[in-house]
DNA sequence: CACACGATTTGATCCAGAGCAAGGACGGAT
DNA sequence: ATCCGTCCTTGCTCTGGATCAAATCGTGTG
């Protein structure tokens, strides 16, 4: 197993540079990234429990059932979140992307495992520096509260498309907010970036990989979309939005 | 549409006493509940913001996209939340029983709707009652938090199962799910109580009913259960928890 | 009691998506 | 360039659960 590569403590920043110098740049953007998703401007007391961390692909760093001892905030790439059965079965319960936190359940354990989908940064913390921080600034606390429960608005939705909806509603839908995702990282485009991997996709949506690829095909076939290397391109955004929509 | 109906403001009870006279004990006994469940006894802030109030079995008391303007605490029945697609399909996204809140999220508008699966009583905020407590108290924000995030996993455990996991499966682990919420309310029974219609079953596990049906009876056939009117009485332990086992 | 109505069970067929197998396409190593 | 390994696509068959259709069971009602 692949090992997480701490490239920075709090007080010594992936550039190299020494206790008491001024902000690398890098982990200083990547900080305020953090705090602007905490909803606030206090830096330093965040940075100071804040190690920056790297993660290659494919590299698991979080691992269901192990104590949960850290919280992550994603600064880069895109993250997997998976439940696996025992005899291996999986379903990814969510893609973390930049701003997203990882490890908020106030569980002891993890429930899920997590591992890069792509090369990852992360900010990590210590749950109890966390908890520490969180507990002195209850706006922390509330802004975290306000990420729970919008996580759960979209496991619920979640749990109505692979409950209820067939495997081309589902595969426009995810298509349709993946696309919405990005555009709030990177601004609008008709090009959704699609990182992950046809089986992350089928995990996701409670499909196999084959299904996925045919529904895909099918799409394009229709021309509705275009499939390129690690993205498809929207051809028809009317009627790609009507089969996702509800 | 039935109506909610408001058994009691904060001053008048249910009992009909009257504003200043002591507590209407019922009313009182649910107000400590509530109280209980938020982990406080500060029983005078929380009653002086708290509707009782009732509602028939099919009562729809939050429907999906309206504004969010209450918060309800169950004090006593089931109600099931559900997101309805446009062509009526239906996935029930959770049951919430006694002790359970609603309507948390802090979006302006419910994402689900929530009827009473039969006679269920109900504590009533107007949110912004209720936000003034929370922002006021934060230990009650970290109790809601936990909640949050407790709802959260199982959301997640719930895109697992209905993700991945085999009809029989998903009867098998909702059966030991519902014993156990009740154990927590009532005390362990190796019979589980299933006051919801199989629909609802089916539509909480993404199946269909006649799935839901031939499930059981498959597993009464087995000699795993016993089949009883509004419930199941449980012959086999370790062979349901067996199949149940993720 | 007979009847009606809704919930549930059971039976018979169907089909969307799973499972299996065989090719491509692409990139990295030699 | 060639070989590999991984990912993706496509064709074919199979099957778990959906769908359609009847009973059967309960419960309330005139």
Aim: charged residues 25%.
């Amino acid at each position: 197993m692949t090992e997480l590569i701490e490239i920075a403590h709090p007080r010594v920043h992936a550039c190299g540079r020494q206790p008491g110098e001024s902000y690398c740049d890098t982990c200083k953007v990547r900080s305020l990234a953090v705090c602007a998703a905490l909803g606030s401007e206090e830096l330093p007391e965040l940075d100071r429990i804040v190690h920056h961390t790297r993660a290659e692909a494919k590299t698991t760093f979080i691992h269901q059932g192990e104590t949960a001892e850290s919280v992550f905030s994603v600064t880069e790439g895109v993250v997997r979140l998976y439940k696996l059965l025992s005899d291996g079965r999986r379903q990814i319960i969510g893609f973390a992307m930049p701003g997203d936190f990882l490890g908020l359940a106030l569980h002891n354990r993890y429930g899920f495992s997590a591992d890069a989908v792509d090369h990852v940064a992360l900010c990590r913390f210590e749950r109890r520096d966390f908890d520490n921080l969180v507990t002195a600034k209850p706006h922390f606390l509330r802004r975290l509260h306000e990420f729970a429960t919008h996580e759960l608005v979209i496991a619920q939705e979640q749990m109505t498309l692979i409950g209820r909806r067939s495997a081309e509603e589902r595969v426009a839908a995810f298509l349709i907010a993946m696309r919405e995702r990005w555009a709030r990282i990177k601004g609008p485009s008709v090009t959704i970036q699609l990182p992950m991997q046809r089986i992350d996709m089928a995990d996701y949506l409670g499909l196999t990989i084959e299904t996925v690829s045919r529904t895909l095909t099918k799409l394009a076939r229709d021309g509705i979309i275009l499939i390129v290397p690690e993205a498809v391109r929207v051809l028809d955004e009317r009627r790609l939005a009507a089969i996702a929509r509800a």
